[in-house]
């Protein structure tokens, strides 16, 4: 679906808000590409390169290791992740923060491999599960920007392909916002978690592109957002740094390896491999694009309302559960649906996530946006106990050392 002409239409649009922005002259959009457009998240702590896009006011010089000095907030989140490998029995986990569009901490502990010994590092590639649904909204928010599938799906396939569906013995018009949503299988009335539901939306997508492949389109969006290390989970092709998959045998007492499975029916709801580095720039993506332009202004991927919708909760889904309430591919905390997530005591007053579930794999994509604050999770364990506690944990150390820190606004001018 991202033909070239396609592309060149994203970014004709992208350059035109960035005219908006008043941030370029004439002579500054010639300079900048269609490909350094698109590379604008996230930043690298002393990654001065990330941050010269030919802007025609040069972008402030930032001290990042002085005005970002997290050691305390590591050191303490590393206390408490060993504590909860070591209770769990996880065999490996990685963890990447970022604040305010920057990673500031990347870290990996235990074993990718156990028969290898080969360690967890940032680079370890790992199944992602559902955040899958996260990234796949993302690129349906795209074509939803280009008014491709809006209409009820019976219009996009035919009846060989989907047929039609009875609910208390009337015919039913399923819609794409019912399966967003999870709120299909009783339609509108109630939510129910499915991943096959993604596998229809992508056959709804994929009927509106070019070569009618959605497994090709997705690597392609990833290609595009610079998620260099993301894949589709396929078992034959080499992917450098894949881990091994693990679940714990209660019989025994000990880890196991997963078998091989092929998950390949489910690639638009839970069938990606990825970074916790990746997952950040998504992340970050989809924040700056929420909030409209990024700490120094420029632009987001994706449009603002879009973004929002995704993120607004689904009465009928937070009524029905106890987590907060599901968006579009995000589960979404906000307003009231807070109390009823975090109980008695909210943690954060607004929260965006998905969490995934996988063979021998679990993983956690946190976005808290009034501190800016991206969490990116991956573990190589299946059904990984206490992977939210832990996690929330590791996001309120650093949540709160942000609070305590006015030295952590960011200078939009400055001669520092
Ligand atoms: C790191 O954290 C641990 C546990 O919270 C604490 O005992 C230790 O003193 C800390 N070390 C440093 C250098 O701050
Ligand atoms: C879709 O594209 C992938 C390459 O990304 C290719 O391996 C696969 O065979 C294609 N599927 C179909 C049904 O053509
Ligand atoms: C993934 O594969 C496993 C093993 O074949 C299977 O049990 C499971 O149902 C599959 N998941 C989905 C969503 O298709
Ligand atoms: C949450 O509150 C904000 C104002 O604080 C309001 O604009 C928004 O519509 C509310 N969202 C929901 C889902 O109730």
Same mark, same amino acid.
């Given at each position: 679906m991202f033909t070239d002409d396609v592309l060149l239409e994203i970014c004709e649009k992208k350059m035109s808000r960035l005219k908006t922005f008043g941030i370029f002259t004439a002579g500054g959009i010639a300079a900048l590409t269609c490909s350094q457009a698109f590379q604008l998240y996230p930043f690298k702590i002393g990654d001065s390169e990330q941050l010269s896009?030919?802007?025609e006011e040069p972008i402030p010089k930032l001290d990042y290791n002085k005005k970002y000095d997290f050691t305390n907030s590591i050191n303490e989140s590393i206390f408490k992740l060993d504590q909860w490998r070591v209770a769990n029995t996880i065999p490996g986990y990685v963890i990447g923060i970022s604040v305010k569009g920057r990673n500031v901490w990347l870290h990996g502990d235990g074993f990718a491999d156990i028969e290898n010994a080969i360690p967890c590092t940032p680079n370890t590639v790992m199944r992602i599960a559902s955040i899958s649904k996260s990234i796949t909204a993302a690129l349906l928010g795209k074509m939803l920007e280009e008014?491709?599938?809006?209409?009820?799906?019976r219009e996009y396939l035919t009846p060989e392909q989907f047929p039609d569906k009875t609910w208390e013995d009337k015919k039913v018009d399923i819609t794409l916002r019912q399966l967003v949503s999870h709120i299909v299988a009783k339609p509108g009335t109630k939510y129910v978690y499915t991943t096959y539901g993604w596998t229809l939306i992508s056959a709804v997508m994929e009927s509106q592109?070019?070569?009618?492949?959605f497994s090709k389109a997705i690597k392609s969006f990833v290609n595009e957002l610079g998620?260099?290390?993301?894949?589709?989970?396929?078992? =034959?092709p080499i992917i450098y740094n894949r881990a091994s998959y693990y679940m714990f045998n209660k019989k025994t007492g000990k880890i196991e390896n997963c078998p091989s499975v092929d998950?390949?029916?489910k690639i638009a709801g839970g069938g990606l491999l990825s970074t916790v580095g990746d997952l950040l720039r998504f992340g970050n993506l989809m924040l700056y694009s929420w909030k409209g332009?990024?700490?120094?202004?420029r632009p987001g991927y994706l449009d603002s309302k879009i973004v929002d919708q995704m993120w607004t909760p689904v009465e009928t889904t937070f009524k029905s559960n106890s987590f907060g309430g599901y968006g579009i591919g995000w589960v979404s905390i906000r307003n009231e649906s807070a109390k009823k997530a975090f109980a008695?005591?909210?943690?954060?007053?607004t929260l965006f996530y998905h969490s995934g579930g996988a063979v021998g794999a679990s993983s956690l994509l946190i976005i808290e946006p009034e501190k800016e604050i991206v969490v990116a999770f991956i573990t190589?364990?299946? =059904?990984?106990?206490e992977m939210y506690r832990i996690v929330y944990d590791v996001t309120e150390i650093f949540s709160k050392q942000i609070s305590g820190d006015s030295s952590l606004k960011i200078a939009t001018t400055s001669t520092s």
């Open positions: 896009v030919k802007l008014k491709k599938v809006y209409k009820p799906i592109m070019k070569d009618k492949n998620m260099k290390h993301t894949f589709v989970d396929e078992n =034959s998950n390949s029916s332009t990024d700490p120094f202004g008695a005591e909210p943690r954060f007053s190589n364990m299946l =059904s990984a106990k």
